[in-house]
């Protein structure tokens, strides 16, 4: 039994070792599909940055020069209304230099961002700096990766749970079995780990769902963010999502404030006046750090582990040198195992942090 323990974990690790030596050999490659000479110079930055982005495709593999990916629909909206077309249609060029015509306009895609070029012109130009002087930036609300695992993970928890709420109903005196086995520990946990001592017995009921749906939420789409072969969908790397959640859970904490937290905020009980004038911009200024202080931790902690990974792999080009790839490949995979267990870890801390807020916020006075 153990062995077999040890046979999975040992590949699982070579698969994901495998995702980020793929990453880092695909960035050496032209925006023609073609492998770059071996005396150019290989830029690590634009590699990490470019596979930790967002993107309008699913990059698989590149197989003799070509790359392999999964188009994903590109929806604008411009001047001429609604536009909509698949990635494949700029066939794979992140540089700009191909143009797609689609519902009377131009566009082209550069480092993942998709313009619109003016009227009267046939190809991008560029300033001195890099930026396209004669194209604009359209509305994009296009299905991204990020996007697409979005739902996908949305759709999973959804199978989940309901899967286990059928064994509930199947089963005798409430026992769980099979994946209800599994998610009611972790539903326990949530209860009586985070939402009653950071809440209060008698409130905490209230913001189960929203505890439970974080904590499960976050934690799969980390899940997913290791997963080879989606090649770096990690929605938790994206401030936009994590700016999004933390915004929810400063609404709850703000509509969930009772007399005793405002007073706390403006008008700090116990304390001389001159001191209750001082706290009270500190107090305000306190309400958003908090929520962006969840925003950036998730972020910046996902985020971290990626590109640490790819900065060790990168070594490798970097001396241009094998000698050097058995210890890249070995703290790639410590990092690697760690990540592993940030996944869970992450999502438990912004769930606590959370219920935190709310206890803060429903605290009764003590007399």
Same mark, same amino acid.
């Given at each position: 039994m153990k062995s077999k323990y040890y046979k999975s974990t040992f590949l699982g690790l070579l698969l994901l070792l495998s995702f980020f030596c793929s990453s880092v050999v695909s960035s050496q490659e032209d925006d023609e599909g073609e492998v770059e000479h071996a005396e150019e110079e290989f830029n690590p930055q634009n590699m990490i940055i470019h596979h930790v982005l967002d993107a309008h495709e699913f990059h698989i593999i590149d197989w003799n020069a070509h790359p392999i990916s999964i188009p994903l629909p590109v929806i604008l909206w411009t001047d001429n209304g609604l536009t909509t077309f698949m990635s494949s249609e700029f066939h794979h060029d992140d540089s700009g230099k191909t143009v797609v015509n689609a519902n009377g306009g131009k566009f082209?895609?550069?480092?993942?961002? /998709?313009?619109?070029?003016?009227?009267n012109a046939s190809t991008v130009q560029f300033d001195n700096e890099g930026h396209p002087t004669n194209a604009s930036i359209p509305t994009d609300i296009s299905i991204t990766r990020n996007v697409f695992?979005?739902?996908? *993970? @949305?759709?999973?928890?959804?199978? /989940?749970?309901?899967?286990?709420? %059928? %064994?509930? %109903?199947? *089963?005798?005196?409430? @026992? &769980?079995? #099979? =994946?209800? #086995?599994?998610?009611? +520990?972790?539903?326990?946990?949530? %209860?009586?780990?985070? #939402? =009653? &001592?950071?809440? #209060?017995?008698?409130?905490?009921?209230?913001?189960? +769902?929203?505890l439970l749906t974080i904590f499960f939420f976050i934690w799969i789409n980390n899940i997913f963010g290791l997963i080879p072969i989606l090649n770096g969908a990690n929605l938790s790397g994206n401030i936009a999502f994590t700016f999004t959640l933390a915004v929810f859970t400063f609404i709850i904490t703000t509509f969930s404030g009772n007399i005793n937290y405002w007073k706390h905020i403006f008008w700090m009980p116990g304390v001389p006046v001159p001191m209750k004038i001082f706290l009270a911009p500190i107090e305000i200024i306190g309400m958003f750090v908090k929520p962006i202080s969840l925003m950036i931790r998730l972020f910046a902690n996902i985020t971290a582990g990626h590109i640490i990974v790819l900065a060790l792999m990168s070594l490798i080009f970097i001396f241009k040198s094998v000698a050097i790839a058995p210890v890249s490949v070995a703290f790639s995979l410590f990092i690697g195992i760690i990540e592993i267990i940030v996944t869970a870890i992450q999502a438990y801390i912004f769930t606590v942090l959370s219920a935190l807020y709310f206890g803060m916020a429903t605290e009764e006075e003590h007399h």
């Open positions: 082209v895609k550069l480092h993942e961002t /998709i313009y619109q070029l003016d009227n695992m979005m739902w996908v *993970s @949305v759709l999973v928890l959804l199978l /989940i749970f309901m899967a286990a709420a %059928r %064994r509930y %109903r199947k *089963s005798e005196n409430n @026992v &769980p079995t #099979g =994946i209800a #086995g599994f998610v009611e +520990p972790l539903v326990v946990f949530v %209860r009586d780990e985070i #939402g =009653i &001592p950071m809440i #209060g017995e008698h409130k905490y009921k209230k913001y189960m +769902p929203y």
